[in-house]
T-cell receptor, first 111, second 114 residues
Framework: KNEVEQSPQNLTAQEGEFITINCSYS?????LHWLQQHPGGGIVSLFM???GKKKHGRLIATINIQEKHSSLHITASHPRDSAVYIC?????????????FGKGTSLLVTP | EAQVTQNPRYLITVTGKKLTVTCSQN?????MSWYRQDPGLGLRQIYY???????DKGDVPEGYKVSRKEKRNFPLILESPSPNQTSLYFC?????????????FGPGTRLLVL
């Protein structure tokens, strides 16, 4: 099983701050996902990465395959960014692609 | 509208009473999966299916069954629920059979087993 560690566990920021959430995993992967879960429970996929960097609006995700590490950055944070951010990795085995999750980073952005 | 639906959204039941949580997607996705989410443990994969009639265990399959008779549906069956199966359950689908694509999640089913 691929162990996925996220840091920090909890994060409080002021509106406008630059935010970084980190994710490390233990075994080589085929892809990594960043997910967002708002209070109330719904989960939305933000990015899927297998190399390099992706950007969507104020969100940037990077991955370093050699170091088994990914980061999610939020520029100019806003209270509506308050959510739990979850890293998940796809690992291939003989029985197919399994998905393992980090425990999430709870982000609160205050006005 | 492209979506993953789950029913019921909320369920209170008693130990031992068989139940089924349905999951359906209208995007013709090959890969579907079930997860449970518990405080402090995060999301964990229960079962997944790479295509019709192809299912496999995830990390926490004990006490659950699944079937994939049609591409769009992937029901989760609890034959004899126990209180430790009280959890928030999510179904998800993704276009590729390997499951590598963007994950589309259902709205979740909150289950309480007394």
């Amino acid at each position: 099983k691929n162990e996925v560690e996220q840091s920090p566990q909890n994060l409080t920021a002021q509106e406008g701050e630059f935010i970084t959430i980190n994710c490390s995993y233990s075994v080589g992967i085929s892809a990594l996902h960043w997910l967002q879960q708002h209070p109330g429970g719904g989960i939305v996929s933000l990015f899927m990465l297998s190399s390099g960097k992706k950007k969507h609006g104020r969100l940037i995700a990077t991955i370093n395959i050699q170091e088994k590490h990914s980061s999610l950055h939020i520029t100019a944070s806003h209270p509506r960014d308050s959510a739990v951010y979850i890293c998940a990795v796809h690992t291939y085995s003989n029985s197919g692609y399994a998905l393992n999750f980090g425990k999430g980073t709870s982000l609160l952005v205050t006005p | 509208e492209a979506q993953v639906t789950q029913n019921p959204r909320y369920l209170i039941t008693v130990t031992g009473k068989k139940l089924t949580v349905t999951c359906s997607q209208n995007m013709n996705h090959e890969y579907m999966s079930w997860y449970r989410q518990d405080p402090g443990l995060g999301l964990r994969q229960i079962y997944y299916s790479m295509n019709v009639e192809v299912t496999d265990k995830g990390d926490v399959p004990e006490g659950y069954k699944v079937s994939r008779k049609e591409k769009r549906n992937f029901p989760l069956i609890l034959e004899s629920p126990s209180p430790n199966q009280t959890s928030l359950y999510f179904c998800a689908s993704t276009p590729s059979g390997g499951g590598r694509g963007t994950q589309y999640f259902g709205p979740g089913t909150r289950l309480l087993v007394l």
